[in-house]
């Protein structure tokens, strides 16, 4: 790792250095400047490659899993998605961890807790619940909801007929990375949930009204379900007096209606949309992020790599990566949904940004 | 004011005092003691008095008004509503203002600003307009709208045959008491409005979703107006999970956005909702309001004195007064639009609260 | 108040109108256009002038009140300034009360407490002492101490030869505008303070440095008193980088360490040095000023006039008021302690300022 | 990692499951049940272990390494700490990085910049200066100072005859892990500094008062140098008012004079004193922490294991693991400095905290 430029670290080896490394050792200390040079990167070198997993090949291997193994004996029966780069800590990109989880008709899962934070996005099937600290969440295809650090959680699927699919997202490695992670069954395995259904989104969903004197000073948001309905209404009276970001189109993110901010201080989400035939210009910036295609059909050039994506497709962009979206259909808009790691990125300060300028902001794709 | 009481002031008037005094005077001094239990009394002594418009004697007083004056020459044509208190500081309340304005069919307004906050509650006409630094908001009856401290605003009614009336709530008098009021023409009488009206709910108007990197630190909300409809959903859903505080039944504060807290950093607002026969237990707190019935009919008693309201009557709550609310209607619900300087109060850390703990929360009324 | 400005209330008086006003006086009512551009001020109007009271004029007055009345008699033993514009509120300037205090030897208060905010700065006299909420504090000349809202609170002087004169300054006339003041007389008439002197100091005087998980949830300052030697060799140390700003020379504000911002919400207090000789700039600014002479000679021009002022003078800047101060020693630096209301003004976001610009930054004195 | 517990992954490997692991692989996908008990832990995992390094043992390699390799050579020359489970990483803990930098008499670096952020607590040597981002320090022993995130910095030995030595601490394997790290050489080689030593500390250091509308919007200390004198008093000053706490006695955390808070987003600073024969009692918590005695000689307990510390010696605590303190001398105190991840911690609300109850708070000793 040798750089022969000033201010980086250009020693040569020689059998005198060779034997002071040796020394070093015993005393369970190194030379930095064997090493500076690596673990003082020019920019940001992640492990993690840009990874496309298409629905059509996860559906059946899934579905496969339900027959294979009793929910109950998996703990959570799940399929992750693994980056190449990152198998050791089974993270799907950067720190983060998503996988799919299926839940047979009429199935139901013990409660837990964990210091790691979770968010789902629900696929497929109408019959999908989650108890979260005690408010019993009735979620379908496009929702969005939160399961909060800390907050016992439970899972379920009321219908007779079909199973229910939702991408989960959690930031596993990020809190094994930092030595933080605890976990607990709850005590009698099951919640008894509150009367009403989806009292959270009763109590905070107006988002420009809240009950007077709330009372809340936890870290995350109060509302823990975010409809498809309302998503898509925000975004398509967005897009009436906003073109968007150049890099993103029209995007806006889930927040936290007591303080304005993402909806856990690790993990933020947004959705956003692509105009028909609309191609956004690259971009890259720190932090790391997984895309859930809610809706359309197009492609995304991440770090030079062309993906084309359809509807439920997931794929995941490392820190540092360009990265662009086209929607390729030129009469329907499509809809990204992603979480990120970007109030992790946020709260610590290590926010960096740039805008891909040469051909019109497109890479060449190799 | 001699008190008695160790701790309180209780020099006597002596012919050696009254000379000291005179002499202090010369040198514009004073002695304390001769005003201190005045100046610090046990408990807030304001000089408002509860007081109570009925919209049946003010409405004609404003449709005369509006044949008596024009627009432009009155500046704002406005019935204002004055406390028999406060007559020398034009205010309702405590600090803050309120007025009837009228406009008449397809009038329109100049277009000014000022370092005092507005805001509206829309009570009757259907081609209200208003544009505030630049975006034309339509507005309807239940409508709330805010005009923040320093933002060019002018008014008018699209309609051609019915006049349009609301409420105006201002803290001139708050901002006069602080020597700090400025006003302003704007240069070419007139803005020029955006393409899209409405944009802010539009941007805004989701609340659990925000435009991605949203760029705002002004101290105010970027949401211009709250539609009625929204607010009353908003009520209902929270009725759904909660019977709201024992003094003011379901009750929600219109927030900003951006903040989770009130629209404005002088005045806040909140819309309640009283049950069918509900009346609420009388407690008294820091700060002042002023009531608008937006809906439904019933009574208040305020300081020990009853108010029989109806829908677009106005009633007002002083400092450190005893009240609590009735909806005497006993199949359908009631609405109470309120304003206040909470936000204030709040910030300046002077807010104490308490409860009326006899008769089942109940004032005599005198 | 008519003005002949497009956007002013330009009506003129007619019989008809008359008879309207009286008409709408029955319902509590006006016409806002009669008031409006008195309330609505181009720029604001302060009842408050600027004032100079001299030391040499107030002492005597001061010694003699400690013979008159007895501190016990008195409540508080306080000869206070009084703006000839704002008599009926007994404020010094905008809604600042302010007055000298003087403590016999061997002399001592009862404890109350009270929702207006104190502040303290000594004059002369080596016994002084204040416990403030269990923290005995003694303070000397050129020491600044605070009194928050609420907290228990009485003075002595352990002396047994000497008075004590200090300068006592309250937001009462703010807080009494804003209703919210409450008056309480120590149940025991006496606190118990803790067995160290001066606790807030050794806790939380280092300022760079904080007692680990410091737990520290009220809205003022933990340190209560902030001496004389280190507030000057602040500003001496501060004189060596930089030479302030043309307004005020080098000039620092006394911070709560816990969040470094003012003292207390509704006022703050800063300390300044003009070098031998300085003559700052003119500005004006929302927000009133009380200051004391701290060190040295000198003279300030304000709103025109010109007052000459020596150590432990007192003099007072009303808002939007013209000010420039000048140190008239050619050999020893000058030092101005003042308070203000400025995080009121800040937390209501109507701070505004201006610079003098023609003349070199210089009045023209009439 | 079978565990035969509900809510917990108990699924026993089949050939036909082996058969579905290879098919998930070949998609990058696998099953959440093979790997969650082990990326779920109960409790956290650190791969770091506690560790001790004696200055008596590095001391002569730091010496040595200054005749090996040249400082520009080399970028920094630093004898860097290595944990025995965190070798991959370069971290002495957890995500934290440290090492022993040498500039020999008249030696200087040239300038770079990172998004790693440093710190630094000075060992031994009188001619220790270090210019960041303008502003030059000189540091002694015991000074702690920083170098934030993206601040130019270079360093150098202005004595004649001793050299420097100091311990660096940095986040790199933190914002490595984060994907976040940019590294770049200034394009002069070196600063212009200001004309006067010190700034920041004639600027910021007075803590309890601030330059008036002092400018400050980055998210570190304006203030980069602590001196030692100031540190010591300040814990001296406190130990007469408080004990401290159980498990650190007297302890207090270096400040950002802005906030109040930590110095840094990523790492915050601590010095504490033991008294003479001062024993501590155990606790655990998340975050790594790396301790530097900076005065006098004791021993701590750390997850079972005995380490005999005297001054200079630096030694290192990982998350999650017990740990107490004892000064050994009985009639001097000690001081402990130490560094750690906590300002992240508590960013991301992943705090976590106990205390040892067992035998008065002691461990057995392994």
Known sequence: MREDVIGRSRVEDTEELERYYEELRKFDAG????????????????????????????????????SLVSGDDAGRRVVMLVNEGRQELSAAVGLL???????????????????????????????????????????GP?????????????????????????????????????????????????????????????????????????????????????????????????????????HDGVIMEYVNPVTGGSVMPTMGAHMQLLQPGQATQAHRHTGSVIYHVAKGRGHSVIAGRRFDWKQNDIFAVPSWAWHEHANDDDRDDACLFSFNDFPMIHSLDLW???????????????
């Open 97 to 139: 961890y998503t996988g799919l989880q299926i839940m047979n008709p009429g199935e139901s899962m013990t409660a837990h807790r964990h210091a790691a934070a979770a968010l789902r996005f629900v696929i497929e099937g109408e019959g999908a619940w989650t108890i979260v600290d005690g408010d019993r969440l009735k979620v």
């Open 142 to 246: 496009g929702d969005f909801a939160i399961t909060p650090k800390g907050t016992w959680h439970e899972h379920g699927n009321d219908s007779s007929q079909t199973p229910v699919i939702w991408q989960d997202g959690l930031d596993i490695p990020l809190v094994n990375a930092l030595d933080a992670n605890f976990y607990e069954v709850h005590p009698e395995l099951h919640q008894v949930p509150g009367k009403v259904v989806n009292t959270s989104l009763l109590q905070h969903g107006a988002g420009i009204l809240k009950p007077d004197r709330r009372g809340w000073s936890k870290r995350y948001s109060p509302l823990l379900a975010y409809p498809w309905e309302m998503t898509y209404q925000a975004l398509l009276d967005q897009a009436k007096v906003s073109e968007g970001t150049p």
């Open 31 to 66: 030379a930095l400047w064997t090493v500076a040079n690596e673990i003082e990167p020019w920019y940001p070198q992640p492990r993690s490659v840009p990874m496309h997993w298409r629905y059509e090949d996860l559906r059946p291997m899934v579905l496969k899993s339900a």
């Open 352 to 366: 960096a940004e740039a805008a891909y300028t040469e051909d019109g902001g497109h890479q060449p794709v190799g």
